[in-house]
C-alpha cells in the first residue's frame, strides 16, 4: 500500500534555531518527493521537488535531502524564523500516473 | 502570471443554499484539480479536469458538481450541503495529467475557498 509517513506531529522552536522533519515513504515505482509548507488556511506551496537521482536540493534556508534506498527524505531549516510557523507536507509521486500521496504533515511553531 | 486564483476566498452558505466555487489559472495547464482538506490532514483529491474533461471523480457525493468551461477556469457547484462539508476547498493545476514517467514541476495550489455550511 502507498503511505507516507511524516515525523514529529507536531514541533516547537525557538527563532534562530535550526530543525530537521522526517518523511517515510513505501510509494512505488517512485517518481519525485516534495515538500510544500502550508500556512494556516492557505494553499500548499511548493518549496522543494527532488526526482529519484537527487539527493539534496536546497531553497534559501530549506534544504532537503532524499534517500530512494531506504524510502526516507528530510528538510532541514536553518535559523529558523517565526513566518517559519506552518504545516510541512511531504508529497509523493509514483511512475504511474499524476496521483500524490500526501503525508499528515509537521506541525511546526517558532517561537520568538 | 504563475498563479492559481480562488474566489471567494470565505463562504458562508446554509445547507437548501446554492453557490459555487471558482478557480482560474492563465499558465496554460490542461488539467485541473479540486482538492477538500480539513483541518490538521492533508488534501483529498476529489475531481481532476484534462484537458476540459472530467478524468477523475474520487466517489465524490452529487451534491458537490465540477464545471471546467474552458482551459483556464474550473468551477465546484455546491447544492444541500451538509455541515460535514466545511473544509477548505483548494484548486490546483499542472501543465499535463498522467503523463507516466514525467515530473510535472509546474503543479501549483491556489489559496483555497474556507467553506462553512450552517
Known amino acids: 500500500k502507498n503511505q507516507v509517513e511524516q515525523s514529529p506531529q507536531s514541533l516547537i522552536i525557538l527563532e534562530g534555531k535550526n530543525c530537521t522533519l522526517q518523511?517515510?515513504?513505501?510509494?512505488?515505482?517512485?517518481?519525485?518527493l516534495r515538500w510544500y509548507k502550508q500556512d494556516t488556511g492557505r494553499g500548499p506551496v511548493s518549496l522543494t521537488i527532488?526526482?529519484?537521482?537527487?539527493n539534496t536540493k536546497s531553497n534559501g534556508r530549506y534544504t532537503a535531502t532524499l534517500d530512494a534506498d531506504t524510502k526516507q527524505s528530510s528538510l532541514h531549516i536553518t535559523a529558523s524564523q517565526l513566518s517559519d510557523s506552518a504545516s510541512y507536507i511531504c508529497?509523493?509521486?509514483?511512475?504511474?500516473?499524476?496521483?500524490?500521496?500526501f503525508g499528515t504533515g509537521t506541525s511546526l511553531t517558532v517561537i520568538p | 502570471d504563475t498563479e492559481v486564483t480562488q474566489t471567494p476566498k470565505h463562504l458562508v452558505m446554509g445547507m437548501t443554499n446554492k453557490k459555487s466555487l471558482k478557480c482560474e489559472q492563465h499558465?496554460?495547464?490542461?488539467?485541473m484539480y479540486w482538492y477538500k482538506q480539513k483541518a490538521k490532514k492533508p488534501p483529498e483529491l476529489m475531481f481532476v479536469?484534462?484537458?476540459?474533461?472530467?478524468?477523475i471523480n474520487e466517489s465524490v457525493p452529487s451534491r458537490f458538481s465540477p464545471e471546467c468551461p474552458n482551459s483556464s477556469l474550473l468551477n465546484l457547484h455546491l447544492h444541500a450541503l451538509q455541515p460535514e462539508d466545511s473544509a477548505l476547498y483548494l484548486c490546483?493545476?499542472?501543465?499535463?495529467?498522467?503523463?507516466?514517467?514525467?515530473?510535472?514541476?509546474?503543479?501549483?495550489f491556489g489559496s483555497g475557498t474556507r467553506l462553512t455550511v450552517v
Open positions: 490546483a493545476s499542472s501543465p499535463y495529467f498522467n503523463l507516466a514517467g514525467a515530473v510535472d514541476y509546474g503543479y501549483t
Open positions: 518523511c517515510n515513504y513505501t510509494v512505488s515505482p517512485f517518481s519525485n
Open positions: 527532488m526526482t529519484f537521482s537527487e
Open positions: 508529497v509523493v509521486s509514483a511512475v504511474t500516473g499524476n496521483q500524490f500521496y
Open positions: 499558465m496554460g495547464h490542461r488539467a
Open positions: 479536469y484534462s484537458y476540459e474533461k472530467l478524468s
